[in-house]
């Protein structure tokens, strides 16, 4: 059996597209990863039976805490050293685990993606393996996808380099990775994002919760990376097909959790210098400007 060297969280707010991500997940990823879905819908046994004939551990919320605090729930059971937080996380949930499977030790890959992610090219995860390897800084890597939004340049909508349909042929993928020659954006968004776990939590730490339901938390944990003056890319050696925008949508998603504090929140700029930049700089020392308070974790 190989190593379980990755962990993968898939927090989930609507049931239509995560059995076609982890289904072609398995058929495209050599077996060094484990799954953890953070099922924030509605109850269903006949899709949660088909769920669990995916993954390797189900944790069934019974309220919807949101895309930050839901790729944090599975990322700390995975890790399993908080007893006193997973104790109170299965008061609030229901957890299912695989027969027979037990959680690999702390993985030195953590990943977060989205419902709404196909795995199309099966070189995606030596993609990220390599781009890691060229950037000895890099303490996250996203693949990229064949429909991306537009505005990296300069422009209204999606840029389509391929359809759908066209994607899912290996050759097409590899025309792509011919054309950008490897290239490297710094700055992304976290619709499928594969962490180095070490630094990540020794360094700049999980989601701020208070983003909520979803929206900017990928751009504040991406302005903490470059504060602990680390990267985090995204690589034209990786590629998956990303619907976009989709699991954001929550149409049998469970009503929102309103613990104490919580509202809809997406204020980069009460805990960032106005009009927050990623590489902003102070412009005397041009060290990375600071973040002025901690990174919240939010109640049940």
């Known amino acids: 059996m190989t190593d379980i060297t990755n962990t993968i969280v898939f927090p989930i707010v609507r049931r239509d597209f995560i059995l076609d991500a982890l289904q072609s997940l398995r058929l495209t990823t050599p077996p060094n990863y484990q799954t953890i879905v953070v ?8 899709f949660e039976e088909q769920l669990r004939g995916q993954c390797d551990v ?13 790729t944090n729930i599975g990322w700390r059971f995975a890790i399993g050293t908080d007893t006193e937080y997973i104790a109170d996380l299965r008061q609030h949930s229901d957890i299912w685990v695989r027969p027979g499977f037990e959680l690999a030790p702390p993985t030195e890959f953590i990943t977060t993606c989205n419902d709404d992610v196909v795995f199309v090219w099966n070189g995606w995860w030596a993609g990220i393996i390599e781009s890691f390897r060229r950037y000895d800084t890099a303490v996250c890597v996203n693949p990229m996808s064949p429909k991306e939004p537009g505005w990296g340049y300069g422009e209204e909508g999606f840029r389509y380099h391929l359809t759908f349909e066209e994607s899912i042929y290996p050759e097409n993928i590899l025309r792509l990775i011919h054309e950008k020659n490897g290239q490297m954006i710094d700055g992304i968004t ?5 962490f180095k776990r070490e630094p990540l939590l020794d360094k700049v730490g999980m989601f701020d919760e208070r983003f909520w339901p979803g929206g900017a938390e990928d751009y504040d944990i991406c302005g903490r990376i470059y504060q602990a003056k680390l990267r985090m890319l995204a690589t034209s050696l990786s590629w998956c097909w990303h619907w976009w925008g989709k699991s954001k949508d929550d149409p049998g998603g469970l009503d929102m959790a309103l613990p104490p504090a919580r509202e809809y ?3 980069l700029n009460e805990i960032w210098p106005v009009k927050f930049d990623i590489w902003g700089r102070d412009p005397e020392t041009q060290e990375p400007l ?7 974790v939010m109640p049940f």
Not at 39 to 46: C, F, G, R, S, V
Not at 58 to 70: A, L, P, V, Y
Request: aromatic share 8%.
């Open 39 to 46: 099922d924030q819908t509605i109850p269903d046994a006949e």
């Open 58 to 70: 189900h944790i069934k919320m019974r309220k919807n805490m949101g895309f930050s605090q839901g």
């Open 190 to 194: 976290c619709w499928c994002s594969v």
């Open 265 to 267: 929140w997406c204020k």
């Open 290 to 296: 600071p973040r002025d308070s901690e990174v919240v």
